[in-house]
């Protein structure tokens, strides 16, 4: 199972939108709706601000939103804040019942 | 609330096997798939592999067939991940997450990681 495909790094102003893509293949991402999105700030665990392709959990900024089409799933987060900045990975369900993540995005606030 | 506490740091020489804890509470640890997850230094997450507490059944990734085991003990709420033959590049943080009902279920709590050196 190969590795989701992210940009290496994204950047962006406070208040400015960004997108971050993950693309996969048939068998992951285009396959099914369960394509999660994580932030993880340096040293510490890794923390779900999107699940299910679009869906956000109790406590994550609505700034945050996921979306999906075909192979590709996106990871949109508008008005950048500072606090933004980190690691951002996504994950898919397989058809073999596994899970695979993408190779990680550093996101930089200018 | 949920929490999930992992082992402590190990130090262990290439060809030596590792085994790491994660004990949960807070939930019905029976109910939710337990993954593991690691992060080499300076690296992406990389998924080892899941077990459902409930019937023991695990899923491994291809990459680590053969070299890993997931186990559980129900009764004491806490899993298991030991990984064989160790190599330098195993050299790691490990996580336990939860997931969910089923394998596809997203993860939501992760534990706060175990650092794993394989250095001679």
């Known amino acids: 199972q190969s590795a989701l495909t992210q940009p290496a790094s994204v950047s962006g102003s406070p208040g400015q939108s960004i997108t971050i893509s993950c693309t996969g293949t048939?068998?992951?991402?285009?396959?099914?709706?369960?394509v999660s999105w994580y932030q993880q700030h340096p040293g510490k665990a890794p923390k779900v601000m999107i699940y299910?392709?679009?869906n956000r959990p109790s406590g994550v900024s609505i700034r945050f939103s996921g979306s999906k089409s075909g192979n590709t799933a996106s990871l949109t987060i508008s008005g950048l804040q500072a606090e933004d900045e980190a690691d951002y990975y996504c994950?898919?369900?397989?058809?073999?019942?596994?899970?695979?993540f993408g190779g990680g995005t550093k996101l930089t606030v200018l | 609330q949920v929490q999930l506490v992992q082992s402590g740091a190990e130090v262990k020489k290439p060809g030596a096997s590792m085994k790491v804890s994660c004990k949960a509470s807070?939930?019905?640890?029976?109910?939710?798939?337990m993954h593991w997850v690691r992060q080499a230094p300076g690296q992406g997450l990389e998924w080892m592999g899941w077990?459902?507490?409930?019937?023991?059944?695990?899923n491994y990734a291809q990459k680590f067939q053969g070299r890993v085991t997931m186990t559980r003990d129900t009764s004491i709420s806490t899993a298991y991940m030991e990984l064989s033959r160790l190599r330098s590049d195993d050299t790691a943080v490990y996580y336990c997450?939860?997931?969910?009902?089923?394998?596809?279920?997203?993860?939501?709590?992760w534990g706060q990681g175990t650092l794993v050196t394989v250095s001679s």
């Open positions: 994950n898919s369900y397989t058809s073999s019942r596994t899970l695979v």
């Open positions: 807070g939930y019905t640890f029976p109910g939710y798939y």
């Open positions: 299910d392709v679009s």
């Open positions: 077990i459902n507490p409930n019937s023991g059944g695990t």
């Open positions: 997450v939860r997931g969910g009902l089923i394998a596809a279920a997203p993860q939501d709590y």
């Open positions: 048939s068998s992951d991402v285009g396959g099914y709706n369960y």
